[in-house]
């Protein structure tokens, strides 16, 4: 059996995000909000924790702050602890001047601290996707199986191949071929599953190293683990496959972001955030429970510490400290919720300023939106997802995919038709 004290969980932070754009537009992609309380960062952190790594290390870079502060809040380790959660942040050094220029070239620049680690295996990891992997058992297909490295693989249709960098593999489940989005003319022959409507296996951009092969590997050419180090790993390794047949979401972008959460809410969802043996972990706010005030809930995922009065809410997420007024309808919506409750004192200046208070005010009609923390929409607004709406950007609010995004502190007056 495989001691995961001598496995490195590297989790990858630092990208810009611009996919999910305006989420990210002051956060980190890892730090946005998912399913009413967690954060992208807890699912990766959640799996590293239940394999019992004890030593975790975050790279950083952009919009950082929040997902810092996150880490710090959340993952502290007490004394008697072993391991350690780092934060490897981009940084100008006697070695390099220039920020991460890709997924390997974040790692490449933190060889010192990998190092440092001394561990015989490093576990890459993204900080985006949703899903509940048990790393131990991907760590033990790698040993046994004599692996250099060992990619994470999903099975995929050939309607979902043309997204991904999709891998070919042996009957023994080596890696033979990697062919990054290939057009659907260039499927033909890159099945590695006969008599399958997933014939297809699609990378997860998941990855286990032996620590040495990494570092030789980096010292090649090439910025990016997709394009570069895997196929530059087929050359001369031993790459093997794993196949995770389970849920995986990689939410990057805005569309793929609000089904994920609204699948969260569905009568029988995909992932499981219930599951008592490997729970989702994340900070611990001590809220209180919701009220809920002669509410019609229908299909309804709620964060802790709201106050619900008379409104209908159906098939949608509401978030922590989530004000939401009387007569409001919500449906198929993303409410990220609030980070602060406002007092009596604040609802006065609101009144002073003219400004609605945070939540959603009496009367207002959300439909098709994701509503990120903080925002302010007054009574009696309208917002409702066009399916031929352009992407667009205004002052308060931003179109993509024909879904409303309120951004953070975004500010709606009283009456606004969107």
Not at 177 to 195: H, I, Q, Y
Not at 214 to 228: K, N
Not at 250 to 264: C, M, P, S, W
Not at 295 to 301: D, E, I, K
């Amino acid at each position: 059996m495989v001691d995961m004290r001598n496995v490195l969980g590297l989790i990858l932070g630092g990208g810009a995000g611009t996919r999910l754009y305006p989420l990210t537009r002051e956060r980190a992609k890892p730090a946005v909000p998912l399913g009413g309380k967690y954060r992208l960062i807890d699912i990766p952190m959640s799996n590293c924790l239940h394999a019992g790594i004890q030593k975790i290390a975050i790279l950083t870079q952009y919009n950082s702050v929040s997902l810092h502060r996150h880490v710090f809040r959340t993952y502290t380790r007490d004394a008697f602890t072993r391991g350690w959660v780092q934060i490897l942040a981009a940084e100008q050094t006697p070695r390099t001047e220039d920020w991460y220029q890709g997924t390997a070239d974040a790692v490449r620049k933190q060889k010192l601290e990998i190092r440092e680690a001394h561990t015989d295996y490093v576990l890459v990891l993204a900080g985006d996707h949703l899903y509940r992997m048990d790393y131990r058992r991907f760590v033990e297909f790698h040993q046994d199986s004599g692996a250099d490295l060992t990619v994470a693989v999903q099975p995929v249709s050939a309607e979902e191949a043309p997204s991904l960098g999709i891998l070919k593999m042996s009957p023994d489940n080596q890696i033979i071929s990697f062919t990054e989005k290939p057009r659907p003319e260039m499927l033909d022959g890159l099945e590695s599953r006969e008599e399958s409507d997933r014939p297809f296996m699609g990378s997860m951009g998941i990855y286990v190293f032996k620590t040495e092969v990494l570092f030789e590997l980096l010292d090649g050419i090439g910025d990016d683990f997709g394009h570069d180090i895997v196929p530059a790993a087929l050359q001369k390794h031993r790459v093997m496959g794993y196949v995770f047949d389970g849920f995986w979401g990689d939410i990057g972008t805005i569309r793929r972001f609000y089904e994920v959460n609204l699948a969260l809410a569905s009568p029988q969802p995909p992932f499981d955030i219930y599951d008592p043996d490997r729970p989702i972990y994340t900070r611990a706010r001590f809220l209180p429970g919701s009220l809920i005030e002669s509410a019609h809930l229908h299909h309804v995922l709620i964060g802790d510490g709201c106050r619900i009065q008379d409104a209908t809410i159906r098939y949608s997420v509401i978030g922590l400290r989530a004000m939401v007024g009387r007569g409001v309808t919500i449906h198929r919506t993303v409410m990220m919720g609030a980070d602060f409750y406002e007092s009596d004192a604040d609802r006065r200046e609101n009144a002073r300023l003219g400004r609605p208070d945070v939540g959603i005010g009496p009367g207002s009609v959300i439909e098709g939106a994701i509503i990120d923390k903080d925002a302010r929409i007054g009574r009696r607004v309208i917002i409702r997802m066009l399916p031929d709406r352009p992407d667009e950007e205004h002052e308060n609010w931003v179109a993509r995919d024909g879904i409303v995004i309120v951004p953070k502190n975004a500010i709606i007056p009283d009456g606004t038709v969107i």
